[in-house]
């Protein structure tokens, strides 16, 4: 199998980890030899509830009986997705009521740029240094890390890149911007949180020259953070968010939410200026109905502030300089990059999945399911602790 995999599969990076999967349950995932690994990714922050939620996998097994794809995007009214579009705006501030759903994040950035561009009539978007809202040529586009910009460039004109948490650079907002694009906790950066009311000052300057605030909650979205999402902790209400990841509960899934007013503007001029075969999925949609109601029923999304701080009490050791974020969206930040890899490497022989920041070769990504235990969390904490203490006596 893993020949196969090296051969067959085009690669992301020069050394995978290569984990063949047997299946995955709770929060832990086997291996093809049964060994069980606790789960500190979550799929990358995807796995909400966990692996084979019973709510979730119940969700999609009725669904496929009633029936799967049956039109593009928009045309019919499918129940999944209606359900799903009130649930999320039932659960927002009244200028984010219509949502539009996608196959992924990435995809949802587009849809949200498109919009800003649209609605505005302006074409300049202003985006943070640093920042991360996905792959695709636009999404990327309003990526500001240049190592990983530079080798597909040209890519879309009028980008402006500010330094995220820097006042000053808010000068650069003008009549001339669509939007300012940011994400509300920085994530392939480090996890950095706005500081100072950073993103009210944002969406004072963007009101102020009629430009339109979006903030990616694709990470920090879907209760990671001790709120249904992120901004919510900074008393800022933007015009559009962006979501994705968790929203799935592991399935496939993005939405751009915005008030009906913006959203309207995508109906003519052009018509289907902005369409999709498969965004809102009615399987994929009937999955994060589920993980919704189940996250919004119970009390994971508040125990995510409790958990972080049992995390950070537990986390302290020499090597560690600090840890960064909210909630379980938490990176430990070691003295170098060399040691966040053997600390990850180590981990995974120890039976814990642990993973890298895009941007921070210092971090160390702890993001498990919101449905991970105490219990667990001491275990997996150990297991860091225990690494940690081996890289330290190699020093």
Same mark, same amino acid.
């Given at each position: 199998?893993?020949? &196969?995999?090296?051969?067959? /599969?085009?690669?992301?990076?020069? &050394?995978?980890?290569?984990?063949?999967?047997?299946?995955?349950?709770?929060?832990?995932?086997?291996?093809?030899?049964?060994?069980?690994?606790?789960?500190?990714?979550?799929?990358?922050?995807?796995?909400?509830?966990?692996?084979?939620?019973?709510?979730?996998?119940?969700?999609?097994?009725?669904?496929?009986?009633?029936?799967?794809?049956?039109?593009?995007?928009?045309?019919?009214?499918?129940?999944?997705?209606?359900?799903?579009?009130?649930?999320?705006?039932?659960?927002?501030?009244?200028? /984010?009521?219509?949502?539009?759903?996608?196959?992924?994040?990435? =995809?949802?950035?587009?849809?949200?740029?498109?919009?800003?561009?649209?609605?505005?009539?302006?074409?300049?978007?202003?985006?943070?240094?640093?920042?991360?809202?996905?792959?695709?040529?636009?999404?990327?586009?309003?990526?500001?890390?240049?190592?990983?910009?530079?080798?597909?460039?040209?890519?879309?004109?009028?980008?402006?890149?500010?330094?995220?948490?820097?006042?000053?650079?808010?000068?650069?907002?003008?009549?001339?911007?669509?939007?300012?694009?940011?994400?509300?906790?920085?994530?392939?950066?480090?996890?950095?949180?706005?500081?100072?009311?950073?993103?009210?000052?944002?969406?004072?300057?963007?009101?102020?020259?009629?430009?339109?605030?979006?903030?990616? =909650?694709?990470?920090?979205?879907?209760?990671?953070?001790?709120?249904?999402?992120?901004?919510?902790?900074?008393?800022?209400?933007?015009?559009?968010?962006?979501?994705?990841?968790?929203?799935?509960?592991?399935?496939?899934?993005?939405?751009?939410?915005?008030?009906?007013?913006?959203?309207?503007?995508?109906?003519?001029?052009?018509?289907?200026?902005?369409?999709?075969?498969?965004?809102?999925?009615?399987?994929?949609?009937?999955?994060?109905?589920?993980?919704?109601?189940?996250?919004?029923?119970?009390?994971?999304?508040? =125990?995510?502030?409790?958990?972080?701080?049992?995390?950070?009490?537990?986390?302290?050791?020499?090597?560690?300089? =600090?840890?960064?974020?909210?909630?379980?969206?938490?990176?430990?930040?070691?003295?170098?990059?060399?040691?966040?890899?053997?600390?990850?490497?180590?981990?995974?022989?120890?039976?814990?999945?642990?993973?890298? /920041?895009?941007?921070?070769?210092?971090?160390?990504?702890?993001?498990?399911?919101?449905?991970?235990?105490?219990?667990?969390?001491?275990?997996?904490?150990?297991?860091?602790?225990?690494?940690?203490?081996?890289? /330290?006596?190699?020093?």
């Amino acid at each position: 199998m893993k020949k &196969h995999f090296f051969k067959h /599969l085009a690669q992301t990076s020069p &050394h995978p980890l290569a984990l063949e999967i047997s299946y995955a349950n709770g929060a832990y995932v086997y291996d093809s030899d049964k060994k069980a690994y606790l789960d500190f990714i979550a799929g990358v922050s995807a796995n909400t509830l966990g692996h084979n939620h019973p709510k979730i996998s119940q969700a999609i097994k009725n669904q496929v009986d009633d029936y799967t794809h049956v039109m593009v995007y928009g045309e019919f009214i499918q129940q999944p997705q209606v359900v799903l579009c009130k649930l999320l705006a039932d659960n927002l501030p009244d200028n /984010l009521e219509t949502v539009y759903l996608t196959n992924s994040g990435t =995809e949802a950035t587009e849809g949200a740029l498109k919009l800003a561009k649209r609605f505005t009539g302006r074409s300049e978007i202003i985006a943070a240094k640093n920042g991360y809202h996905g792959n695709t040529q636009g999404a990327m586009s309003v990526c500001g890390a240049e190592a990983q910009n530079s080798a597909f460039r040209p890519l879309i004109p009028g980008i402006r890149f500010i330094e995220f948490n820097n006042s000053i650079d808010l000068n650069k907002i003008t009549n001339k911007t669509a939007a300012v694009i940011l994400e509300t906790i920085q994530g392939g950066a480090g996890f950095i949180e706005p500081t100072n009311n950073y993103l009210q000052k944002v969406l004072d300057k963007c009101n102020k020259v009629g430009a339109l605030l979006i903030l990616d =909650e694709i990470q920090s979205g879907i209760g990671r953070t001790g709120k249904l999402f992120g901004f919510e902790n900074y008393n800022t209400i933007p015009h559009i968010i962006v979501a994705g990841k968790g929203l799935g509960g592991g399935m496939p899934i993005g939405a751009f939410i915005s008030s009906f007013k913006i959203m309207d503007c995508l109906k003519e001029h052009p018509k289907l200026g902005h369409i999709t075969t498969f965004g809102g999925h009615p399987v994929i949609a009937a999955a994060a109905n589920a993980t919704l109601k189940e996250l919004l029923s119970a009390n994971l999304i508040e =125990e995510t502030l409790i958990k972080e701080t049992l995390i950070r009490k537990l986390l302290i050791h020499p090597l560690i300089t =600090e840890i960064r974020g909210k909630g379980l969206m938490l990176a430990a930040i070691v003295e170098t990059k060399e040691i966040a890899s053997k600390v990850i490497l180590k981990s995974l022989d120890k039976g814990l999945l642990l993973f890298w /920041l895009l941007f921070e070769g210092k971090a160390i990504r702890i993001t498990p399911p919101l449905t991970i235990t105490k219990d667990e969390i001491f275990k997996g904490c150990n297991i860091i602790i225990e690494s940690l203490n081996e890289v /330290l006596a190699d020093y």
